[in-house]
């Protein structure tokens, strides 16, 4: 036998990653997300050097809510613009990762509009009245310049809340206060609030949890993200 008979061909290519959620195929779940109807509507600005795509959860959660808008870039030039339609910015809330001083002043488990120190005194009133949410997609730093770079969402409400429950991320992660979550969780967790079902939290959090299975099946290690996502 000649030795170069002995040489392997090389192992084929991995198959592309999903063109909708980017991630690998074998962590993909976008065809088992069911969308659900929701009052309220959903927008995801996420920061385009946000790179963590296989643990990355926006795209989960916008999978299951319908009509939900991902854009992604640094700045837009008001929230009708980033829309694509025309709404009314006091309508709609932005989910702020508050100082703790301010997630303290929120019952665990709750979640509020804050005026500019404190709870605002008709918090109730406004959430039953609100339109849609906006999320914020990136690491902390990435947040905070998405933030600044959109004065626009000043007009909007902004929200805080105080989960009841720790991220799944668990050590996969590091977080960089006890009641930080993902986007996916942040966001299941007011939905699951103002929407008036009790079981929608659970639902929307579901393939956050088969995504996470997969991933240590899989034996994966997440690229390098530096503080996870403020919400």
């Known amino acids: 036998m000649h030795e170069d008979d002995l040489i392997l061909p090389p192992p ?40 963590d795509v296989e643990l990355g959860t926006a795209r989960l959660l916008a999978g299951q809510i319908e009509n939900s ?49 404190d709870v605002a005194p008709d918090s109730d009133l406004i959430l039953s009245d609100l339109e849609g949410i906006v999320l914020i997609d990136g690491t902390w730093a990435q947040a905070k310049t998405l933030w600044w770079r959109n004065a626009w969402m ?44 009790p079981g929608l939290q659970d639902r929307l959090l579901k393939p956050f949890d088969e995504l996470l299975s997969r991933w240590r099946k899989y034996r994966r290690r997440p690229a390098k993200t530096g503080v996870p996502p403020a919400v």
């Open 69 to 117: 808008v991902v854009k992604i870039g640094l700045s837009w030039p008001s929230l009708s613009k980033a829309l694509g339609r025309q709404v009314e910015a006091k309508r709609w809330g932005v989910l702020f990762m508050g100082a703790k001083e301010e997630v303290a002043k929120v019952p665990r488990g709750g979640i509020a509009v804050f005026g500019r120190k």
């Open 154 to 197: 000043l007009k909007l409400r902004r929200i805080v809340i105080h989960p009841d429950f720790r991220s799944a991320y668990g050590n996969v992660r590091k977080e960089p206060r006890k009641e930080s979550v993902s986007t996916l969780e942040a966001g299941a967790f007011v939905f699951g609030k103002l929407e008036g079902d």
């Open 12 to 51: 084929p290519a991995p198959p592309p990653p999903c063109t909708r959620c980017g991630k690998p195929q074998e962590l993909c779940l976008c065809a088992d997300l069911v969308p659900e109807r929701t009052r309220l509507q959903l927008l995801i600005l996420m920061h385009p050097q946000e790179q």
